[in-house]
């Protein structure tokens, strides 16, 4: 490639990565000029099965980020969760932070531990917090889990409303491995994530 035509791409490169950044800044603010939902304190359940009501995620925060997981059945959800574990440090000094996925409370601990993740986790067994969110579909009669978050909000009367949401996938802004990949000779050439690699 001659300079000039690189020196091209090279603007055009700029020009488009500055015109992404505005419009996922102006998706942003649409998403948060959505109404506020009104959300019930829901009933959760700890590890040890007993019940944590959704009010008491917020801890010291009066905002709250819940990462709504499909649990140990999906690698995809895995790596989402392996990194937000790194990174848990940093998300707590903002809002309180936590994972509901639809596993027993033993079930997830098992996993959890087996994962050395230090984030809050609850299960939703015996509530239908996950799904009053908006984040499982019927199919054949069967729940299927999607993958995504809520961010709530929680006033001095106790009141809890529903900021904003997003759905989880490959390539979206929340999990970073697929933009690197992306940037490959190869790009992500299929890759699937997996629960342990060969070292």
Same mark, same amino acid.
């Given at each position: ?62 905002? $709250? !980020?819940?990462?709504? /997981?499909?649990? &140990? @059945?999906? =690698?995809?959800? %895995?790596?989402? +969760?392996?990194?937000?574990?790194? $990174? !848990?440090?940093?998300? /707590?000094?903002? &809002? @309180?932070? =936590?994972?509901? %996925?639809?596993? +027993? ?95």
């Amino acid at each position: 490639m001659i300079k000039s035509e690189q020196q091209d791409v090279l603007k055009q490169i700029g020009d488009l990565e500055q015109e992404l950044m505005q419009k996922r800044e102006r998706l942003t603010q649409l998403k948060l000029k959505l109404p506020a939902e009104e959300v019930k304190d829901h009933n959760l359940k700890s590890w040890e099965g007993k019940s944590v009501k959704l009010s008491q995620l917020f801890g010291k925060h009066d905002e $709250l !980020i819940v990462i709504h /997981n499909m649990g &140990a @059945s999906c =690698a995809y959800c %895995t790596l989402w +969760a392996d990194g937000f574990n790194g $990174l !848990i440090d940093h998300l /707590n000094d903002r &809002a @309180s932070f =936590a994972v509901v %996925t639809p596993d +027993a409370p033993s079930a997830q601990k098992k996993f959890a531990e087996s994962r050395g993740w230090r984030f809050k986790m609850l299960s939703n067994e015996g509530s239908n917090f996950i799904q009053e969110m908006g984040f499982v579909k019927v199919e054949g009669g069967k729940n299927q889990w999607q993958p995504g978050f809520s961010t709530f909000h929680k006033d001095s009367s106790g009141k809890i409303t529903r900021t904003a949401y997003d759905y989880f996938g490959p390539g979206d802004v929340y999990s970073s491995p697929w933009h690197l990949f992306a940037l490959l000779k190869k790009g992500v050439n299929n890759w699937e994530p997996q629960y342990h690699y060969n070292k």
